[in-house]
């Protein structure tokens, strides 16, 4: 039995993982990723099952007599298929559906059509491209070791990504588009073994197994591409259809996977700089700090609209009374400013770089491409930022830490709305942030609701306490470190309040770090005000979310993503742009795809949240990212990993969620 089929297959209804000697309840076999065809959807299977399961109906080319046409290959070479398109120059686009197929390239690996697009303006036609990890232009893969652990594959499949798509541009080619963090993408896959030999067992299983296999002869690299079929009006190009195919597809995909001379020292660098992210986290864990950023440092970006480092940026350099060195794989000694646990505020006078700062330790969650100028920049990976979202659904949370006896004596023990405030709205989500285990908050006053942050002593006299339902963060800021052990970094340069409640002041002036937390100790002492802090912050209520009632519409569903916006689930739209870990288009159309599976296939009135998303995150674990694939045919190829704090948060904002 296979590990996949151990984890789902039990017939008992409920299925359970060792870890540990611990069992626990995972996706259940009656509601779990076993599609409509019964055999479950994970994994890779050769291609005769692929053929064995497809309805050939589609493709035959006389339905009356059941004769195939002569020119219709399925299983040949690449050659065979270049011709098969020159032949069908001037037919109707729907005759493309006869190429669907694999098709043995010379250079030894193969090329899958999967799915061809019905009519020109549909969705690009569907393929996948198996090559050999022991190829002589992949030899540095095996020559480096580049195989032997899963974050060395990771890095190189993201590293791949990004060289076929800049090959593909300007093409009729194309995959997904990378941004500037590395990670876990559906893009290209590594797996263990070669054509009929990849069964599926041999995924890589979510890159997270951590075996050493440096023969690079037992794995495969899987391009997952697209391909948009030309036509003039409704007529086949079939000339232009062969050149992509039998020219553009060649000469560009063998281009990017020549990991020779100036590109193989690339790839060794992305290995490095996604080794040393990781290291240098554990080592933030390890201390008990919040974030580490080295010196030299480039926080600063190009624009509001691009992720590129800024070519004049001012370089971090560490203070000395906040600086550390550690040591790094690839790196070696490094210097770098520490943000240590508890309540840390960031101050300075307008366009500083307050943000800016409070910008690169939110994305340090995530390693970054060498050049970025965050290479260097890790906090720890369960830190969320939370914003005001006005109109956002908040269903079933305890809100009474921050929201007390509303007027007309309505409860804020499982507060429920489908239209917040924004100090509501942002209670909620420091609350659910709570929930789904984060260890780190982020706020920044630009985007926050001000009754939420900050209750002044003039105010607090004007409008006396019994009076007023928000209990001010600044009121509840120690007390969570304190009794929950969840750190705070904010960003503050509008009240002096926090200044009694920080452990640690930094100031940005002309981007340049200072520490001031002993100014700011003087200050507060100076100009003391009566302090309102309290001793206590209560543990968030555990929710129980209800499965999904049966669909009821008739129609297709719609599981999609608009960007890193919104995720669409059938006719309702989630408005997800305040969930900041959201970086990567695939990763809010992962995020769709998971509130779908959770909704339909774990919730159970029974579980928490937090336990649906560990048996989720065990899940992607276990198949990688397609546990999301819609059948054995289907191969997700813009996913990419999100983190389960995200998926929180996208439940969390879901207006059909049902609390027992």
Same mark, same amino acid.
């Given at each position: ?59 035959r ?9 002569r ?32 098709y ?5 690996w ?7 697009q ?10 996948h ?6 190829l002589p ?39 997904a ?10 893009s ?16 890589? +299983? ?9 023969a690079?002869a ?14 003039q ?26 990991? +020779? ?53 001012v ?34 006078g ?49 809100? !009474? ?7 007309g ?7 429920t ?14 609350v659910?942030?709570l ?34 339902p928000?209990?001010?963060l ?34 940005m ?26 001793e ?24 999609r ?15 997800i ?30 579980? !928490? ?23 054995p ?21 879901y ?6």
């Open positions: 039995m296979s590990e996949r089929e151990g984890y789902r297959g039990r017939p008992s209804g409920r299925s359970e993982r060792r870890d540990g000697g611990r069992s626990r309840q995972g996706y259940r076999d009656s509601r779990g990723y076993d599609r409509r065809d019964g055999r479950g959807h994970g994994g890779y299977r050769d291609y005769r099952d692929y053929r064995d399961y497809r309805d050939y109906r589609d493709y080319g006389d339905r009356q007599g059941g004769r195939r046409d020119d219709e290959p399925r299983d040949g070479l690449l050659t065979d298929l270049v011709g098969h398109l020159r032949a069908l120059d001037g037919r109707s686009y729907a005759a493309y559906k006869a190429i669907v197929g694999r043995e390239a010379p250079g030894g193969v090329l899958h059509v999967d799915k061809v019905p009519d020109p303006f549909a969705p690009p036609t569907r393929v491209v198996d090559v050999p990890a022991d232009a992949l030899a540095l893969l095996e020559d480096e070791g580049l195989l032997t652990t899963a974050d060395r594959r990771l890095a190189v499949s993201d590293f791949l990504t990004r060289e076929l798509h800049a090959c593909f541009r300007g093409t009729d080619l194309s995959i588009a990378p941004g500037q963090e590395i990670l876990e993408r559906s290209v896959v590594l797996r263990r073994g070669f054509g009929a030999d990849a069964g599926a067992d041999a995924v890589d +299983s979510g890159m997270a197994r951590g075996e050493d296999s440096s690079a037992g794995w495969t690299i899987e391009v997952r591409a697209r391909i948009a079929l030309p036509a009006g409704r007529s086949i190009q079939g000339q232009a259809a062969s050149r992509i195919v039998g020219r553009d597809l060649v000469r560009e995909l063998e281009t990017a996977l020549d990991l +020779s001379g100036e590109r193989a020292q690339r790839l060794l660098a992305h290995v490095a700089a996604l080794e040393d992210h990781r290291a240098l986290t554990e080592v933030v864990r390890q201390q008990g700090w919040v974030a580490f950023l080295a010196d030299g440092s480039v926080l600063p970006r190009r624009s509001g609209v691009s992720d590129e480092p800024l070519a004049e940026g370089p971090l350099a560490a203070p000395d009374s906040l600086a550390a060195t550690v040591e790094l794989p690839h790196a070696g000694t490094v210097r770098g400013a520490v943000v240590g646990a508890g309540v840390t505020l960031v101050v300075g307008g366009y500083h770089g307050k943000s800016t700062l409070l910008g690169a330790v939110e994305r340090g969650v995530y390693p970054h491409v060498p050049g970025d100028g965050r290479e260097l920049v890790a906090t720890l990976p369960d830190a969320v930022k939370v914003r005001a979202a006005d109109g956002r659904a908040v269903t079933g949370v305890d809100l !009474s830490p921050f929201i007390s006896h509303l007027p004596g309505r409860d804020t023990v499982s507060f709305t489908r239209n917040a405030s924004g100090s509501t709205s942002q209670a909620a989500s420091i659910e942030a929930e789904a285990g984060a260890g780190v908050l982020l706020l920044d006053e630009d985007t926050s609701a001000t009754n939420l942050l900050i209750r002044d002593s003039r105010m607090r006299r004007l409008v006396a306490d019994e009076r007023e928000i209990t001010p600044v009121d509840r800021i120690g007390a969570l470190a304190r009794s929950r052990g969840v750190s705070t970094v904010m960003v503050m340069g509008g009240s002096g309040d926090y200044l009694d409640v920080a452990d640690r002041v930094l100031l002036d002309s981007y340049h770090l200072r520490d001031a937390t002993d100014q700011a100790r003087q200050v507060a002492a100076d100009q003391p005000r009566a302090l309102t802090a309290l206590d912050f209560p543990a968030p209520t555990a929710r129980l979310p209800r499965p999904a009632p049966p669909r009821t519409r008739r129609g297709p569903s719609r599981t993503a608009l960007g890193t916006r919104a995720v669409v689930l059938d006719r309702e739209e989630i408005d742009s305040d969930v900041a870990g959201v970086v990567d288009p695939g990763q809010a159309e992962a995020l769709a795809y998971a509130l779908r599976a959770l909704l339909e296939q774990r919730f159970d009135g029974e579980s !928490s949240l937090d336990e649906c998303l560990r048996d989720l995150e065990a899940l992607l674990d276990d198949e990688s990212l397609d546990a999301f694939a819609q059948g045919w289907d191969r997700p190829a813009f996913l990419v990993r999100p983190r389960m704090v995200d998926v929180a948060a996208v439940v969390s904002r207006r059909g969620l049902e609390l027992a």
